[in-house]
């Protein structure tokens, strides 16, 4: 059970990862956004190579790509494999301030939403019909898509590479030194400035997460929204003693 639970956490860590780079930088001005597709018309997927883009080659370059994806609203799949072998799938919903992200691992679903502009995250598992409720401000500012967290980690330019038709540049920083080091390695397409995978290496090995079928079309509010009747708890509630049975 400890070692399930252990996976689901890098799993989701490595996807929040890549999420988090979608989300852009909050606070710098208007970067240019992807369209999006009027209601009722048929949505495309991510066009091919744009080879008159510039690779960044500066840490002001790369934040200036990476605030592309600012405001953004993009649906897109995800893949995990870690040592050759599929860990997990899922989808996940950008818009504004929002985001959402179906992971199944194991058998096991889970839904993440984050809600920017009510600034508050749910952690809902469908089987069991609960989510877990956090406000964001008790959180890292990363959780909500802060760029500038990104390059306190001093992430270093190493080139590019096409990945499934899209130019990216690639990047490297450190994220966890002691008490084992762990890397990250992150393809960045140069046209949205959105996250095409994202590796993590460690002690333990390697572990991929591929995105997939950009889709730039309309999404709904109704995303970001619980289904009606689940049950909402919070951390308090969770460790509330009270609630533990009396020793016989």
């Not at 959105?194 to 950009?214: D, H, I, W």
């Given at each position: 059970?400890?070692?399930?639970?252990?996976?689901?956490?890098?799993?989701?860590?490595?996807?929040?990862?890549?999420?988090?780079?979608?989300?852009?930088?909050?606070?710098?001005?208007?970067?240019?956004?992807?369209?999006?597709?009027?209601?009722?018309?048929?949505?495309?997927?991510?066009?091919?190579?744009?080879?008159?883009?510039?690779?960044?080659?500066?840490?002001?370059?790369?934040?200036?790509?990476l605030g592309k994806a600012k405001g953004i609203s993009v649906k897109y799949d995800m893949?995990?494999?870690?040592?050759?072998?599929?860990?997990?799938?899922?989808?996940?919903?950008?818009?504004?301030?929002?985001?959402?992200?179906?992971?199944?691992?194991?058998?096991?679903?889970?839904?993440?939403?984050?809600?920017?502009?009510?600034?508050?995250?749910?952690?809902?598992?469908?089987?069991?019909?609960?989510?877990?409720?956090?406000?964001?401000?008790?959180?890292?500012?990363?959780?909500?898509?802060?760029?500038?967290?990104?390059?306190?980690?001093?992430?270093?330019?190493i080139g590019t590479e096409t990945i499934d038709g899209m130019r990216c540049t690639v990047?490297?920083?450190?994220?966890?030194?002691?008490?084992?080091?762990?890397?990250?390695?992150?393809?960045?397409?140069?046209?949205?400035?959105?996250?095409?995978?994202?590796?993590?290496?460690?002690?333990?090995?390697?572990?991929?997460?591929?995105?997939?079928?950009?889709?730039?079309?309309?999404?709904?509010?109704?995303?970001?929204?619980?289904?009606?009747?689940?049950?909402?708890?919070?951390?308090s509630d969770m460790f509330d003693m009270s609630t533990l049975p009396d020793e016989a």
């Amino acid at each position: 059970m400890v070692e399930k639970t252990k996976k689901w956490a890098i799993v989701i860590g490595l996807i929040l990862i890549g999420v988090v780079v979608s989300a852009g930088c909050a606070d710098k001005a208007e970067q240019e956004q992807a369209p999006s597709a009027p209601a009722g018309e048929v949505t495309t997927t991510q066009p091919s190579t744009d080879e008159t883009l510039t690779a960044p080659t500066s840490s002001e370059s790369l934040i200036d790509l990476l605030g592309k994806a600012k405001g953004i609203s993009v649906k897109y799949d995800m893949v995990t494999i870690e040592n050759g072998e599929v860990v997990s799938t899922g989808t996940a919903w950008l818009k504004g301030n929002n985001m959402r992200i179906d992971t199944t691992a194991e058998g096991q679903a889970m839904v993440m939403i984050v809600n920017g502009d009510d600034r508050v995250s749910y952690m809902y598992q469908p089987d069991e019909n609960m989510a877990l409720k956090t406000v964001l401000d008790e959180v890292p500012e990363s959780v909500t898509g802060n760029v500038e967290a990104l390059m306190d980690l001093n992430p270093t330019i190493i080139g590019t590479e096409t990945i499934d038709g899209m130019r990216c540049t690639v990047i490297e920083y450190v994220v966890m030194e002691k008490p084992e080091e762990v890397k990250i390695k992150q393809c960045i397409g140069l046209k949205y400035g959105l996250p095409v995978q994202t590796e993590m290496t460690s002690p333990a090995g390697t572990m991929r997460t591929e995105m997939k079928n950009f889709d730039f079309g309309r999404i709904s509010d109704t995303t970001f929204e619980l289904p009606a009747g689940v049950e909402i708890k919070t951390l308090s509630d969770m460790f509330d003693m009270s609630t533990l049975p009396d020793e016989a």
